[in-house]
């Protein structure tokens, strides 16, 4: 019967809440019958379900599946795993259709869940179409259909490994932080050369390592702790589900997104080139300055990895990237976000490279820059907080790109302000070619948003 879903957890990306709050298995079912109703208005009859690792992900999963099941679609149950696991059953199963039960890199008490439909991401408008279909449920059909339980995680793993080009063995130390990638990092481990330490790979919702988010540094202390001791040539880190990849150097210094995607960059233009590279508006000036002296087109897009996906495939881009770790291939790959395969692409690059990671970081033009400032502003205020930015910023004539927000360019470098669609923030950040221009750069910043009534946080 009719239900009705939480507001709060219809996001812009995917669904998302607080398990026995925002969030329930009677929540879980109607959105499977929700989106059950969706697929099927599209001829759609059958769909992928995966879950990753955390405490509540089976309930909700065989609740979901109930859903989609009392709506006539039939289901391929995969298990547990990364969500790119999903994706890829999605993409080479015979389904119409994929979701997976995860709470992504949030702490254990969430969940939420990611969607495919006919290939594509399933976001914004469409999410909140299936909180309204979920308010009209009538009764459910008498006859269930029917369900099929097979683990394609060994397919997934051979397909991860299809690529890989070896050369030099390397020392590699793993860290999937309790999330959903243990088993596969276990299984990719035994099969690449070199030697390969792992820890924290005993999937474990309740994530006693760490926070399973390795764009924030602390969550990588251990990883680099034993790159160093151990000598290995770089250390490799996932999110709780596995579609973000956190990278650290042999020295233990962590990449960030648009430092590994110019070493993805270089191999993929050195066979298409000439060819579109993606990267969100977050990334810095020097990724896109590099994409072009690698003889690619540098295109900046919105940040967000069901964004970034649909606008890869539109251009027929062999590669993009976010800043928050999220890589999508589509040269010799799917085009969807994936961790694993990523770093699987990674070792094959630095197997072959006269360089080690720290030497192709070390090439690359200094800059400074600030990390990602996120400043609270509430769901009513923050899109017209940039608006008014904007319309300030275009009086004065100033260079800005209006791809996401606002991007300023100015002779020092350039800042950023967006709102998020996932928070009640605004979204920050600066870069420039020296400290001092970093500090003019940021004294604009503050300067415009305390004109709007919003103050940066204090060093």
Known sequence: MAHMLDPTI????????????????????????????????????????????????????????????????????????????????????????????????????????????????FYGKAIQRLGEVARTLGPAGKVRAQVEKRSILPLYVTRLLKDFEPGRALAVAWDPGNGATGEVVRALAAALPGRHILLNDEIDGR??????????????????????RERCDLGIAFDGDGDRIGVVDEKGRILWGDQMMVVFAGEVLSLRPGAPILADVKASQVLFDEIARLGGRPV?????????????????????????????????YYGFDDALYAAVRLLGILGKSPFGLAAMRDRLPAVVNTPELRLPCSEERKFAVVAEVGERLEKEGAEVTLIDGLRVKRAEGWWLLRASNTQAVLVARAEAKTALGLARLKRELEAQLRKSGISLPSD
Request: with cysteine; charged share 20%.
């Open 10 to 121: 219809l996001r812009e990306y995917d669904i998302r809440g607080t398990v026995g709050e925002s969030l329930s298995a009677a929540d879980a079912q109607a959105i499977g019958r929700a989106f059950a109703c969706i697929l099927a208005e599209k001829g759609g009859k059958r769909a992928a379900v995966g879950y990753d690792g955390r405490l509540s992900s089976p309930e909700l999963e065989a609740a979901l599946v109930e859903g989609l099941l009392l709506e006539g679609i039939e289901v391929l149950r995969i298990g547990r795993g990364p969500t790119p696991m999903l994706y890829y059953a999605a993409a080479t199963e015979k389904v119409d259709a994929g979701v997976m039960v995860t709470g992504s890199h949030n702490p254990p008490q969430y969940n939420g869940f990611k969607f495919v439909l006919s290939g594509k991401p």
């Open 207 to 228: 994530f006693p390592s760490h926070h399973p988010d390795p764009t924030i540094p602390e969550n990588l202390e251990e990883l680099i702790e034993r790159v160093l």
């Open 300 to 332: 900046m897009a919105p940040t967000g990895h069901s964004l970034i996906k649909a606008k890869l495939a539109e251009l027929g881009a062999p590669l993009a990237g976010e800043m928050s770790g999220h890589i999508f291939f589509a040269d010799r």
